[in-house]
Nanobody
Framework: QVQLVDSGGGLVQAGGSLRLSCAASGRTFSDYIMGWFRQAPGKEREFVAAISKSGVSTYYADSVKGRFTISGDNAKNTLYLQMNSLKPEDTAVYHC??????????????????WGQGTQVTVSS
């Protein structure tokens, strides 16, 4: 089992940047596929990005490709999401999550067993 704590959210102007962190405790997060999801007000939670257990492979939603970067630091057992060129439509609560499943289902919420509490990101226009 792994426990996840999200942090790093805040208020930023459009075009700005933020870096989210997800600290893992318990089992090492390199035992899992790690992902970021987000939920905007009145909308369903959606996939943002995922990174493979080895850290070699990454995958992004089309809406964030080229602007967001997911990475991990095994020594710190911490996952990151670097968000650049932020847009008002990126406003949401962001959650990190851990999946013991296959890379094939990297963007499927139901394959993620462990979730962080979420961190609010607000992008003003």
């Amino acid at each position: 089992q792994v426990q996840l704590v999200d942090s790093g959210g805040g208020l930023v102007q459009a075009g700005g940047s933020l870096r989210l962190s997800c600290a893992a405790s318990g089992r090492t997060f390199s035992d899992y596929i790690m992902g970021w999801f987000r939920q905007a007000p009145g909308k369903e939670r959606e996939f943002v990005a995922a990174i493979s257990k080895s850290g070699v492979s990454t995958y992004y939603a089309d809406s964030v490709k080229g602007r967001f970067t997911i990475s991990g630091d095994n020594a710190k057992n911490t996952l990151y999401l670097q968000m650049n060129s932020l847009k008002p439509e990126d406003t949401a609560v962001y959650h990190c999550a851990a999946s013991p499943g296959s890379w094939i289902t990297r963007d499927r919420q139901y394959r993620y067993d462990y979730w962080g509490q979420g961190t609010q990101v607000t992008v003003s226009s």
